[in-house]
């Protein structure tokens, strides 16, 4: 199991997470990668029960701040969300026009059977390094850090430039993956 010392405990609470990929590996260099997250993060919210304040896709991680609605169950959606964009990303590297395909799978397959923790590829770390944010005064500023992080790795210099955030939700623009605005 993971050393991560951040746990879900209310299932129904709103948290920022952190999904990375094994070893930090750039996966989400490819328009295809990152589309298959943002149809799967729409699919959750409009049929699991995720409801999404805010969220950012960088080469190597994403970051939600998210709750589940009752009756879903915040720690089964999150499950749920990784075993399919695993497995379909997988998929994509296997049978698409992917350069590092073999060194990727080669990855993916060592880390499966280093933890022993899936079948043939393991492409997502077990933590989601969950913090609780109802009633803390954390919540602006962990959107705030969502929001920023392609203005840190000088991707754009304005964040609602970014395609794959909901920094433009947030400066009233409709963006990938539909979003509660939080303030």
């Given amino acids: 199991m993971s050393g991560d010392k951040y746990f879900i405990t209310d299932q129904h609470a709103s948290y920022f997470l952190t999904f990375?990929?094994?070893?930090?590996?750039?996966?989400?260099?490819?328009v295809d990668y990152k589309q298959t997250i943002v149809d799967s993060l729409n699919y959750c919210i409009a049929e699991k029960g995720l409801e999404c304040f805010a969220?950012?896709?960088?080469?190597n991680h994403?970051?939600?701040?998210?709750?589940?609605?009752?009756?879903?169950?915040?720690?089964?959606?999150?499950?749920?969300?990784?075993?399919?964009?695993?497995?379909?990303?997988?998929d994509q590297i296997e049978t698409g026009n992917e350069s590092r395909k073999e060194w990727l799978l080669?990855?993916?397959?060592?880390q499966a059977r280093t933890t022993g923790r899936a079948e043939n590829y393991?492409?997502?770390?077990?933590?989601?390094?969950?913090?609780?944010?109802?009633?803390?005064n954390l919540w602006k500023q962990k959107v705030?850090?969502?929001h920023d992080n392609p203005v840190r790795q000088m991707i754009v210099s304005q964040a609602e430039d970014y395609s794959f955030s909901s920094a433009g939700d947030y400066a009233?623009?409709?963006?990938?993956?539909?979003?509660?605005?939080?303030?």
């Fill in 20 to 30: 990375t990929v094994v070893e930090w590996l750039d996966v989400f260099t490819r």
């Fill in 106 to 110: 080669h990855k993916f397959s060592f």
């Fill in 122 to 136: 393991k492409m997502w770390k077990d933590d989601n390094h969950a913090i609780y944010l109802d009633g803390t």
């Fill in 55 to 59: 969220w950012v896709l960088m080469t």
């Fill in 62 to 90: 994403l970051h939600l701040v998210a709750r589940a609605n009752p009756p879903a169950r915040l720690s089964d959606v999150i499950r749920d969300f990784k075993k399919f964009t695993s497995k379909k990303i997988v």
């Fill in 172 to 183: 009233g623009r409709r963006g990938l993956v539909k979003v509660t605005v939080a303030y």
């Fill in 144 to 146: 705030d850090y969502i």
